[in-house]
């Protein structure tokens, strides 16, 4: 059974910011950090890495890099680029695949991209999309679709929506939603987790509210949380924790 750990819509203020937090039932060993500058931000990561943990999700927002990183096993490998433009990930990427890594997340903020790349992830092939237009990059996403592709993330940078595409990530279906308000998004939820579906990525942006649900067995139950701050998101992401829950998704917006 789907489990909602918290599915309703806090009163803030139009012109604050809040983060949702996506979570599901399991546990394991996470840490979430943040900081305002990204050379700071990637002292953070240097430091994870040396505790043996991976990052499992970057989001850029208000002011603030988060990083969520999960403990992970030896044989896992990451790394990750910084680019001011698009085209500086895209010349390097085949570089990357072949040598067996492959993007697990892509994040912008203060005009950075920044692309993480996992070694033996049980990905076999990897694409992207990116268009200016929403219908189109909609259409685009369709079409991957068609051709075995499952979209693993989302991002809005230098003008364009982007998505991540691979095949290999063991879902069996996908669906995309696209709203003004998150009071839209909220009722939509609920309907997907009684289909079977589960959250595997949400965005906002540009007035957007962004939601890609995916079908796979052995599915685990799933819920969220809305955190008008990080340090309110820091405090959820400690309770949830201890109830056995590990963070795996996170997206800001208003």
């Not at 896992?76 to 067996?100: C, D, F, M």
């Not at 990525?201 to 796979?216: A, D, Q, R, V």
């Not at 309110?232 to 109830?243: C, D, I, N, S, W």
Request: charged share 30%; glycine share 8%.
């Amino acid at each position: 059974m789907t489990t909602a750990i918290s599915a309703k819509e806090y009163n803030f203020a139009s012109s604050r910011y809040k983060y949702i937090g996506v979570f599901e039932k399991e546990r394991k060993d996470q840490h979430i950090d943040s900081t305002m500058g990204l050379r700071d931000f990637r002292k953070i990561i240097k430091q994870r890495w040396s505790e043996g943990y991976d990052i499992s999700e970057i989001k850029y927002g208000s002011g603030n890099w988060i990083g969520v990183f999960t403990k992970t096993a030896k044989e896992t490998h990451q790394t990750y680029v910084v680019a001011r433009r698009w085209s500086g990930v895209n010349n390097i990427l085949p570089e990357y695949w072949k040598k067996g890594y492959y993007v697990t997340s892509i994040e912008h903020g203060l005009s950075e991209w920044i692309v993480v790349f996992e070694k033996n992830t049980p990905y076999t092939n990897q694409a992207f999309e990116r268009r200016k237009n929403l219908d189109d990059f909609y259409a685009a996403v369709e079409n991957r679709w068609k051709e075995g592709f499952d979209l693993i993330d989302l991002e809005y940078g230098q003008g364009r929506w982007t998505g991540i595409f691979a095949e290999g990530t063991g879902y069996t279906d996908q669906a995309m939603i696209i709203r003004s308000r998150w009071s839209e998004i909220v009722p939509l939820i609920e309907s997907y987790w009684a289909k079977g579906y589960r959250i595997s990525n949400i965005e906002s942006t540009l007035g957007k509210w962004m939601c890609i649900f995916s079908k796979s067995k052995g599915a685990r139950g799933q819920g969220y949380e809305t955190s008008p701050t990080v340090e309110a998101l820091k405090e959820v992401f400690a309770e949830r924790q201890e109830k056995g829950f590990k963070l795996t998704d996170l997206a800001e917006g208003w």
